[in-house]
């Protein structure tokens, strides 16, 4: 009963701390403006912040093999919560789950995920790649096992907290049941402060489980006040993907206003500009492909023979 108690408490803790007087959709408090608020969301102040743009600027680090992800295989026991805090909608999830390995410092408990999206199916992802934005961005937050349940002590330490970024794209043909359990109960929680229960299943359901070796890997901050300078990122490179009607269930079925406000008011479009990388390197998995040097190599010079092919046609 104490852990329940404790989890309770942590968990409301958890989506406090990601609330807050901030918002994507009005000039006083949309994310240009959380550094009058929260001041280390000024992008002048450090030079530390997410998302950014994943490009071609990248090095390749052969020491960075797939996440070993504890827990992630097997419906764990006890419930989850999934919550509209206003700013997204999160899944809570019990203990049970951990993160390790890839080039992780420290072993990282999974504590909740939730979701990025835009207004239409060009865009919402919170990092861009080469410039462009999928429809959506999942994030699996976890936060380092030696400091658990102190999230404070976490987001004080410059890799307490691991996320692991998940693109979302949308097509017809490849459907995701575990994102449908999940979507379908939505509308349950569609105005801020709405919560249901969901039945623990396994989460590795909502990964790209056949290329989670590709990855990028950089130092960032969290994407929503007050955010800390805290994250080690892992941005899979390969997208799950959903139907045009799930993705309908959150960009036209979320509201950020209570149930019952007048006017009421949509959530869409809840990600963050792209920041500048500055200094910071951002690295390659072992088995990235899309943006690895080599890749771009073959791809240029298929380019460059097309181009000579063609300029020898009549
Ligand atoms: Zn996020």
Known sequence: MKIVQTLFFFTAFITNSYTGDFCYDEEHCNPYSWGDTFPSCHPIIGEHHSPINLDHQMSRNLSLEALKLEGFGTAQTGEWTLKNNGHSVVLQVGLGMEVRGGGLPADYTTLQLHFHWGSNSTNGAEHTVNGRRYPMEMHIVNMKTVHYPNLTAAMEDPTGIAVLGVFIDVAEARLSDSFSLLSNLVPAVAYKG?????????????????????????????????????????????????????????????????????PSALLYNNFRHIHDTFSRKVYASTDATLLSSANLTVHSLLLCLASVLCAGLP
């Open 194 to 262: 709405k919560t249901v229960r969901v039945k623990p299943f396994p989460l590795s359901s909502l990964l790209p489980m056949n290329n989670m070796s590709q990855y990028y890997r950089y130092h960032g901050s969290l994407t929503t006040p007050p955010c800390s300078k805290a994250v080690v990122w892992t941005v899979y490179e390969v997208p799950i993907y959903i139907s045009y009607k799930q993705l309908s269930q959150f960009v036209s079925g979320v509201y950020h206003s209570e149930e019952g406000a007048h």
